[in-house]
């Protein structure tokens, strides 16, 4: 089945503590994205990647860091978390079918 | 960068009746429309997209409207069921890149 798989799905952290949210394909899929979602204020993007080894910064990158060393996975780094930072997280893999996204992880830093 | 707006925040309807979600956008660049519905607790999914060579597309009771000159799209849902009940959200892609940019969302609550 053709799906994004990220983990976990949910996480409570502490402020500080240095955490990845992993992202895994199955589509072969070359661009892939981490998104946002806040209560009215929709999905901003944080990152997204267009191939291995290619990122960039979308609209709200700051406090975030992504890798992509292989085409199927793409993780969010969080290496400071901080509580601005406590959010629901998507992350997508874009294909013929526009994108597809994970089932979600939410964060919660204290 | 490109702006996106979307109204209303918050729609009900009666089961039955039509439900229409507009989006705005600024780049006039931008060439793909999509709308993603949201079920409380899950994730995104695609449930109609448009492509600016195209000013309307169906698909049974949905439907999508483009007006490039205007730079606004609309969702259409006719015949609205409990099962609509969701947020929905417009996207928009320009040429640049694949930077997608979403619409804030819509709560649409249809009333039995």
């Known amino acids: 089945e053709a799906q994004v798989t990220q983990n976990p799905r949910y996480l409570i952290t502490v402020t500080g503590k240095k955490l990845t949210v992993t992202c895994s394909q199955n589509?072969?899929?070359?661009?892939m994205s981490w998104y946002r979602q806040d209560p009215g204020l929709g999905l901003r993007q944080i990152y997204y990647s267009m191939n291995v080894e290619v990122t960039d910064k979308g609209d709200v990158p700051e406090g975030y860091k992504v890798s992509r060393k292989e085409k199927r996975n793409f993780p969010l780094i969080l290496e400071s978390p901080s509580p601005n930072q406590t959010s629901l997280y998507f992350c997508?893999?874009?294909?013929?079918?526009?994108?597809?996204f994970g089932s979600g992880t939410r964060l919660t830093v204290v | 960068g490109e702006n996106v707006e979307q109204h209303p925040s918050t729609l009900s309807v009666q089961e039955g009746d039509s439900a229409v979600i507009k989006c705005t956008y600024s780049d006039s660049a931008s060439n793909y429309f999509p709308w993603y519905k949201q079920e409380l607790g899950k994730r995104p999914q695609l449930i109609i997209d448009?492509?600016?060579?195209?000013g309307e597309k169906k698909d049974q009771r949905i439907a999508v409207t483009l007006n490039k000159t205007a730079k606004h799209f609309s969702l259409h849902i006719t015949e609205t069921q409990p099962e609509d009940s969701a947020v929905y959200f417009c996207?928009?892609?320009?040429?640049?890149?694949?930077?997608?940019?979403f619409g804030p969302g819509t709560r649409l609550s249809v009333l039995p």
């Open positions: 997508a893999s874009w294909g013929n079918y526009g994108y597809t």
């Open positions: 589509m072969n899929h070359e661009y």
């Open positions: 448009i492509r600016s060579n195209v």
């Open positions: 996207a928009v892609l320009n040429n640049y890149g694949q930077n997608f940019v």
